[in-house]
């Protein structure tokens, strides 16, 4: 267990040791951000967008919450990926679940844990839908891992319908949206199959994943 005298300790080592690399390295970093990518990822500390990614500060504009949700209501979410499309103009947007996500866990049990209860609430509407295709599967641990990759199809969806990615692609910007899980247990990350540059594609595709999802039990 760190201390936070040892984090500023940390700190300064990598600070130095960056500039030992890269003399103007937090100069430039200083003057402008120019990331390609917006990572929506589960706020577990597990799960760190940068390092499991091998990105540098810089190349990754990150927003992170329970269960890795963009609910229609979410002004957080939402303002995140509008700064990041229309000022930052990444190109891509990454939704990344994981496995083992205690959000999901929590909407699968229908748990009553809190504040959070009433976060998960999509995730809970999505257990239901999906009720019979889990209700296939031999055990909670093989249900719960689905219910983490169905949830990264879902937000992937809500994503490709949010106002702004919709005027980004009927303007002709250059945007793709993709649907990643980690697994916390090998440090990999997988491809859901979903890459797609415009509202048709990604309900295409993310009706394909969740065709592969529900089908193959
Ligand atoms: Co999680």
Redesign the pocket.
Known sequence: MNTVDELLANNRTWAREMLGQDPEFFSRLAAQQQPQFLWIG???SR?PANQITGLLPGNVFVHRN???LVPGEDLNSHSVIQYAVEALKVRHIIVCG?YG????LAALRDERVGLVDYWLTGVRALRDREQAALDALPDEVTQHARLCELNVVEQVLNLSRTLVVQRAWDAGQPLQVHGLIYDIADGLLQDLGIRASSEGEASEKCAAARGRLTRSG
Do not use: K, W
Not at 101 to 104: L, S
């Open positions: 589960c706020s577990d799960v329970v269960a890795n994981h996500c205690g959000g999901v």
